[in-house]
């Protein structure tokens, strides 16, 4: 079981959302550069950095910031989500260092273009769904679509994405625990890794995901609680490979 510090990004800061609410983000730093040499100083693996704004324009905003970190970090693996919507965003990330781009609010209005681009980029192509009752939310969580969930995912599953980034709104930036039964659900439903995310606050959260990492559950986003402190992340990870065994990927 992998945990994967979160670093959200808005007007160069660095912030954390309570269920996606533009409105209402907490800054927790001025200099994400020195927030991601914390998280890989606590020995972070992987990193998931999330262009706030790009996400809510429909274009990236804060790529300058995401190429300074991969540039430093150029042995991190590194997933980048939030405006990706067209050919050349991707390649530019890809080309920056980032491992992994996370298609969102396109995957789900434009579907073909996951299938392109996972044929254009095999290997790189990660979706992200942000899930509210069973159905997903775009363009930043401020409006929730038709699709169903699980369909989607099965689709692009299809398609050849290396994993879906599964997203409780509900429960995100709210620090109420991660919602282990909807994300086992949905996990059930696939043969490609699910990354959790989405209220992760405590230990006990680990023990819960590491007890249902079978079930297809790879790896786990984390964001306010480690900015909080109420989640060590060295500590918490050393919990995760105990219980499940290391994953460097």
């Not at 998280?39 to 324009?57: C, S």
């Amino acid at each position: 079981m992998l945990l994967i510090p979160a670093i959200d990004l808005k007007n160069g800061q660095c912030v954390r959302l309570k269920q996606g609410r533009m409105d209402d983000d907490t800054v927790y730093s001025d200099d994400p550069l020195a927030v991601a040499d914390r998280w890989v100083e606590a020995g972070a693996r992987r990193l998931h950095i999330v262009d706030l704004d790009g996400a809510a324009t429909g274009k990236p905003v804060n790529s300058a910031v995401i190429h300074d970190i991969a540039n430093r970090f150029s042995d991190l693996v590194i997933q980048v989500g939030g405006g990706i919507r067209d050919e050349e965003s991707i390649q530019e990330y890809l080309d920056a260092g980032v491992r992994y781009v996370i298609l969102g609010t396109k995957a789900v209005t434009a579907p073909h273009f996951v299938s392109d681009m996972c044929l254009e980029f095999p290997g790189h192509i990660i979706v992200g769904l942000d899930v509210r009752d069973g159905k997903v939310a775009i363009e930043g969580w401020s409006k929730l679509s038709r699709h169903d969930a699980v369909d989607l995912a099965q689709h692009f599953e299809k398609d050849g994405v290396g994993a879906i980034v599964f997203t409780d709104i509900s429960r995100d930036g709210m620090m109420d625990g991660l919602n282990i039964e909807a994300t086992v659900a949905f996990a059930r439903e696939l043969a490609i890794p699910v990354i959790a995310s989405g209220g992760v606050s405590n230990l006990d959260d680990i023990r819960a995901l590491c007890a249902v990492e079978a079930e297809g559950i790879q790896a786990a986003i984390t964001g306010r609680a480690i900015y909080e402190g109420t989640l060590d992340l060295a500590e918490a990870q050393a919990l995760a490979d105990q219980l499940s065994g290391p994953d460097h990927d």
